[in-house]
Nanobody, 127 residues
Framework: VQLQASGGGLVQPGDSLRLSCAAT????????VAWFRQAPGKEREFVAA??????????HYTNSLKGRFTISRDNAKNTAYLQMNSLKPEDTAVYLC???????????????????WGQGTLVTVSS
């Protein structure tokens, strides 16, 4: 199983960015996919998750980002996305995608519960 995160870069405050997480080696629709982020000197933080099709494909967000960030998936392309709008300097971090087949709803925000991780993509928000 491999997860490849991409789409990061240097943007200005207020800009938008869309991250992609391309998966290979798994039946993508059977996996819940999540985005986490880790800023320098800080702990890894849950951003959003989208559940597998069998669990309704529901989306879940950390409260502070709800309304600015949107997670989605295209099972035909084996890819999940994170649309980030109105970016702020405090959004600067390495963004990582993760996947797990059996994770339960109450564990979505727990990074240690995910079996597979991508390498991360750096998002820098600066003027």
């Amino acid at each position: 199983v491999q997860l490849q995160a991409s789409g990061g870069g240097l943007v200005q405050p207020g800009d938008s960015l869309r991250l992609s997480c391309a998966a290979t080696g798994l039946t993508f629709r059977h996996y819940t996919v999540a985005w986490f982020r880790q800023a320098p000197g800080k702990e890894r933080e849950f951003v959003a998750a989208i559940r597998r099709s069998g669990s309704g494909g529901t989306t879940h967000y950390t409260n502070s980002l709800k309304g600015r960030f949107t997670i989605s998936r295209d099972n035909a392309k084996n890819t999940a996305y994170l649309q980030m709008n109105s970016l702020k300097p405090e959004d600067t971090a390495v963004y990582l995608c993760a996947a797990d087949r059996d994770i339960i709803l109450s564990s979505l925000t727990l990074s240690q519960q995910y079996d597979y991780w991508g390498q991360g993509t750096l998002v820098t928000v600066s003027s």
